[in-house]
């Protein structure tokens, strides 16, 4: 693969000594999303906008697709690098087609052709033209507008993107959703990216590299499990673990040793007139899960536990992340969740309760600040 971004001891001093980036070098393969990463002033921004000439930098060459972009006329230049920013830009009194349309239009493409390439990359980017192709863009949510900004920068086809927290002005999940769409997007369109973010999540999601910016350089270049694998200096380190629970949560297992051990009734046994508790865990003959049952259903009823009980859904393999047992709780809305034995056909082995997670967490946190090499995750229960 060639390589379609290079920077060549790039550095930008602004007018006022601000050194906003020093003497920096790196490339980006073609069609590789790279991700530049760091706290708010770091030098990122300034890095994207010397690529398309927004800004000129103070020392070194920067190379597009081989051309000192030096030499090329910066107008000429921007056809062939899409630019996408937070607030999207897009002309409030042109409809979302119109809007999609433009650059092709001003290029030369005839009006009806730079509306049916239009209406495609809208419908690319997960949006029905035929349905949101004439509104205006105040009638749009934040996300879609985010949408049309994708759709408008694929326009011209350009080899090369620039995006600038494109996803930073919308609630976190659609940000989720935006980031999913846009992967699969970009395993389509493979397009050469360099996508700004201060949040390491979304750089570790989506970049094939990433890049870690202290201040005005880049303290790593690498894939993302290296990253947070192996941080290259303290500084990266900290930056990356700056959510580290969050992260522990996917990467800590359900242990036995997590789980309570609530009363127990079986599906033949006659119901009970007292559970002894609020509720408990019903399993058939072979000591699989079966359901629940509470004290006010078994209060007062008659025949067997069978007749009563409930089945359960919120169950999990034991080994499955931490993570995953938090979102089947979120899922189902369920204050505990049962976990059970893969290896023997779902032989049930106790409930996990957000409590027991919580402590799982803590001691999966502790252990990790004091180095204790962790279990790992069962990959294969890992949805
Ligand atoms: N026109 C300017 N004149 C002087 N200093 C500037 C100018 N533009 C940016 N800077 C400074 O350069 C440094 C890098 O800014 P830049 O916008 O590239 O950072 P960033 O990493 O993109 O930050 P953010 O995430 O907050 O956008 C900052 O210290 C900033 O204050």
Redesign the pocket.
Known sequence: MGRMIRFERVT?R???G????DDLSFEVAEGELVT?V????????????MVNRL?EPTGGRIFVDGQDIAEVDPVRLRRRIGYVIQQVGLFPHKTVLENTATVPHLLGVKRSAARARAAELLALVGLDPSVHGDRYPEQLSGGQRQRVGVARALAADPPVLLM??PFGAVDPVVREHLQSEFLKLQSEVRKTVLF?T?DIEEAVRLGDRIAV?GQ?RIEQFDAPATVLGAPATPYVADFVGADRGLKRLSVTPVEPGDLEQPPIVHLDDALPRELGSRWAVVLDRDDNLHGWISAGQAAGGTGTVGDHARRMEAWLPVGASLKQAFATMLQHDAGWIAVIDREERGRFLGVLTPARLHEALRRSIDADARDVPRTDVDLETVG
């Open positions: 930008k602004y007018a006022d601000t050194t906003a980036v530049l760091g706290p708010s002033g770091c030098g990122k921004t300034t890095t994207m906008k800004i600038d927290e700004v201060h910016y005005g």
